[in-house]
């Protein structure tokens, strides 16, 4: 069955015997998140959790839906994730290789990728009922670890929320996951990264003196929900690439009061204002490095009208030691990103992020290695490019191996690093890397230094033995 919206989305889970319901009533202070944790972490990443009674409120809320390859790949309409890689690939194939800028900045100028631009629509689900009171305690937003949250409030947290802006400048619109912390019914701080999209407007209508229009939509095409957590840069909008990932473009219906369209499918739409430069410190929140994060001062939103559909269901993630579902959409975006980086730095075969790193935390590189040096311009590429500025530890290995292969990618740095001379240690972007970062070149060095002719072949058997075990195998009888 093919899908549109969260509720479809679910039901296909269902289908799949990807979702579990929840009858008996549960806690969204930190109840829904521990469960949801032990389920995260059981083999191949359990279920999607719908859970139907939910203390304190009318709707259900769900969580892990992106929680396992399984389920990012139904989500994301592939039957493995490489297939995003392939898919990214043939577009890039359409762009010059003049073009100057971020590659991905090439995209919105190809027709291939302008076919699933947002469609603007009349009216939409998001829009079924609108709210008499602006009132977020009726929602079951949870709260996931005992110290988020301002002390002066409960710590409740939208995860999932996509939270739309638009360039006072140009109208152009931008859609980032970031999270909102609710400090009152109808107040909330959103905690945007000072360079994203968001943060960005927010600058420029702080320079107008105007008020900022926002809208935090919930749920909403799967796609979506995903394409909202991708890097993009600021002239590829993330409703193109949702639509180019189903495969149609997303409708968009307008906001009441505001200029804002957001997604039509929608579960459920927040919509208000930043008043001129208001902010606010935000509280904590628990993340996926096991840390607590600390905000600093964070805009102020005041929600003035609240829409959703008449059997929302509210969709949120917890974040936490891995493996939880936000591993699977760093997945999803390692792959998808994969050709980009290839385009970007010459050389690159494959790259692994093992979920460990936390998102680009840490990337196993497979070289296609040139010259000895090689290894060390790769590193220093990367950390001076647009993806992997922040990757703490990067190891590069031969073009040969399988940088998925943990177990052998520890194997050749435990034997092929030199700790002399195959070490970087960066300590010089304080703002990408305030921990600073590592690089170990785990290629094999033939010769290169003198006296280490032992590792100057790869051991193998010969080819005709090979092929002859390959031969036999069945009448070995094992
Ligand atoms: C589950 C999840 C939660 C996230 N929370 C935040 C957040 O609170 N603040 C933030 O700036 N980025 C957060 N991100 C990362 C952004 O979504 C990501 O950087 C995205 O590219 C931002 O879009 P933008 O480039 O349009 O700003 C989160 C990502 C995920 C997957
Ligand atoms: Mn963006």
New binding site residues.
């Given amino acids: 069955m093919s899908f549109t919206d969260l509720g479809g989305f679910l039901r296909r889970l269902e289908e799949e015997g990807e979702l579990r319901r929840v009858a008996v009533e549960a806690d969204p202070v930190q109840e829904i998140a521990e469960i949801t944790d032990r389920v995260s972490k059981s083999p191949s990443g359990g279920k999607a959790l719908l859970f139907e009674n939910v203390r304190g409120s009318a709707f259900p809320v769900v969580t892990n839906m992106f929680g396992s390859l399984r389920r990012i790949c139904l989500a994301l309409r592939v039957s493995e994730l490489n297939q995003l890689t392939m898919r990214m690939e043939e577009l890039l194939s359409k762009v010059p290789y003049s073009a100057a800028g971020d590659i991905l900045s090439a995209l919105p100028a190809l027709p291939e990728f302008t076919r699933y631009a947002p469609e603007p629509t009349a009216t939409g689900a998001c829009r079924e009922v609108v709210e008499t009171r602006t009132d977020l305690d009726a929602y079951p937003i949870l709260k996931n670890f005992a110290g988020d949250g301002r002390p002066d409030h409960d710590g409740r947290f939208i ?2 929320g996509l939270v739309v802006t638009a360039d006072p400048d140009t109208g152009k619109a ?6 909102v912390e609710v400090i009152g019914r109808d107040v909330v701080c959103i ?3 000072v360079a ?3 943060a960005g407007h927010c600058r420029k209508y702080l320079e107008r003196g105007e008020r900022m229009p926002v809208a935090v939509a919930l749920g909403g095409d799967p796609a979506l929900i995903y394409a ?5 840069p600021e002239n590829l909008d ?1 409703m193109s690439l949702a639509g180019f990932l189903r495969g149609e473009r997303v409708p968009m219906v307008g906001c009441v009061n505001t200029p804002l369209k957001v997604p039509a499918d929608a579960e459920m739409v927040i919509e208000g204002f930043i008043e001129t430069g208001e902010s606010c410190r935000g509280g904590a929140f628990g993340n996926h490095t096991g840390s607590y994060a600390m905000a600093g001062d964070v805009p102020v939103m005041h929600v003035t009208r609240i829409t959703r559909r008449k059997g929302m269901i509210y969709p949120a ?1 917890v ?1 936490g030691r891995p493996p939880m579902e ?1 591993c699977f ?1 760093a997945k999803a975006t390692e792959r998808l990103l994969l050709p980009v980086i290839r385009r970007e730095v010459p050389g690159v075969i494959d790259i692994n992020m093992p979920m460990e790193g936390i998102f680009h935390g840490c990337a196993i590189v497979a070289l296609e290695k040139g010259d000895p040096a090689h290894p060390r311009r790769l590193m220093e590429a990367l950390w001076g490019g647009r993806r992997l500025g922040d990757a703490r530890l990067i190891v590069v290995v031969d073009a040969v191996t399988d940088v998925h292969d943990m177990s052998l990618v520890a194997w050749k740095v435990c034997n092929l690093v030199d700790w002399r001379h195959d070490i970087v240690v960066d300590g010089s972007n304080r703002e990408k890397a305030p921990m600073g970062r590592i690089g170990l070149d785990a290629t094999r060095k033939a010769d290169e230094f003198p006296g280490k002719n032992v590792f100057s072949e790869e051991i193998a058997r010969g080819l005709s033995v090979m092929e002859l075990v390959d031969r036999r195998w069945r009448e070995y009888g094992l």
């Fill in positions: 995860t999932l931008n859609c980032g996951m970031y999270r905690h945007w990264r994203s999209g968001g909202a957590s991708v890097p993009l993330e993630t974040v936000d959409m």
